[in-house]
């Protein structure tokens, strides 16, 4: 990979110096993809290592995808205590935006900012696929751009994808709107009510299954009616978090 | 040296999806009187010296915070088995 970043191929007016953290654990896979969605998106991205207490002043925080030791214990689970996460639940609890994508979806609920946990896909392998789900909350800090209803397509893989929650959280979350996407066509990971994401009370923290931040640019997606690899769901994200940090 | 275990198990009402590929895999083996797997896990907590209630209650909160998550397991048991360590030893 080159060491120069590409020149942002869209930029969203109004949001200059927005600044978006992402953060590196060991065995993170998915970081400077994030750190690539962040800046396609007409921000800065900002380093962040997980020994580190300090978020360096971002006015955002994702936590991408990849296999954070090794997902030994269960996924998730030794990052939580990692001191940059400290800082992390502190910063969400004020109202800061934070993104959990796959593994930092489960580093989100194992450290409780997000409830349910993810286990094993049930029917026990690695699943990668460009992944059909709804939109069903458009008004959390990183759908705002979505329409309710709206049918996105976006990279889905893991192997510990399946959501699972007791009934009374997940009758919960159904009542109070906090289910922001859901599985559509098929349901590839046994996840409770095809659930594919989830958010806090407040809208600010969002965790979801599959990647957005590798349907950014296109030539680089999924399939789309524009054609093969031409799908770009994924900025919205991305977009979205941008414009509710001007409204802020 | 002593040693505490800790074991956890998934919850009951979470399907177990691990378990499940074991008890589908017994028959294939003759095994036939098993009708259900679940797979949990064993802890085995090293420590320098004697268990002490301390050390036991030590064990207890960790088990509950980082080596078990409780949306989803359950913390079975948490014993003292330095008799174990002891044991092995002198078989060794």
């Known amino acids: 990979m080159s060491a120069t970043q590409p020149t942002p191929a869209v930029a969203t007016p109004g949001i200059g110096g927005a600044r978006i953290g992402v953060i590196t654990f060991p065995g993170t896979l998915d970081d400077r993809d994030a750190a690539r969605a962040v800046r396609l998106a007409g921000a800065e991205a900002v380093s962040l290592w997980h020994a580190d207490a300090s978020l360096q002043d971002v006015d955002a925080v994702v936590l991408p995808g990849g296999f954070s030791y090794g997902d030994y214990l269960r996924a998730g689970a030794i990052s939580r205590f990692a001191p940059a996460m400290a800082a992390v639940v502190d910063a969400a609890k004020g109202g800061m935006p934070v993104l959990g994508i796959c593994n930092g979806f489960q580093v989100l609920t194992e450290a409780h900012l997000l409830p349910g946990s993810m286990v094993k896909n049930d029917h026990l392998h690695f699943v990668c696929r460009e992944q059909a789900m709804i939109v069903e909350n458009a008004h959390t800090a990183w759908t705002n751009e979505f329409r309710r209803g709206q049918r996105i397509t976006i990279p889905l893989k893991n192997q510990d994808g399946q959501f699972v929650a007791d009934e009374r959280t997940l009758d919960e979350l159904e009542g109070e709107g906090r289910v922001v996407f859901r599985y559509d066509g098929w349901n590839p990971n046994g996840s409770r009510r095809d659930i594919a994401g989830i958010t806090n009370d407040r809208g600010n923290v969002v965790g979801l299954m599959p990647h957005p931040e590798h349907a950014v640019e296109a030539g680089f997606g999924p399939a789309s009616e524009e054609g093969p690899r031409s799908g770009v769901d994924g900025l919205t994200f991305f977009t979205s978090v941008l414009s509710s940090l001007v409204h802020a | ?92």
Do not use: H, Y
Not at chain 2, 21 to 28: H, I, K, T
Not at chain 2, 45 to 53: F, I, K, Q, S
């Open chain 2, 1 to 92: 040296m002593g040693r505490v275990v800790v074991e956890v198990m998934p919850k009951p009402e979470i399907l177990d999806p691990q378990g499940k590929a074991v008890v589908g895999a017994l028959p294939r083996l003759g095994f036939t009187q098993f009708s259900g797997v679940r797979q949990g896990k064993r802890f085995e907590l090293e420590v320098d010296g004697e268990v002490t209630p301390e050390i036991l209650a030590a064990a207890q909160e960790a088990a509950a915070t980082l080596l078990s998550n409780p949306v989803i397991e359950d913390v079975v048991s948490v014993t003292d088995a330095s008799a174990e360590v002891t044991d092995a030893a002198v078989n060794a």
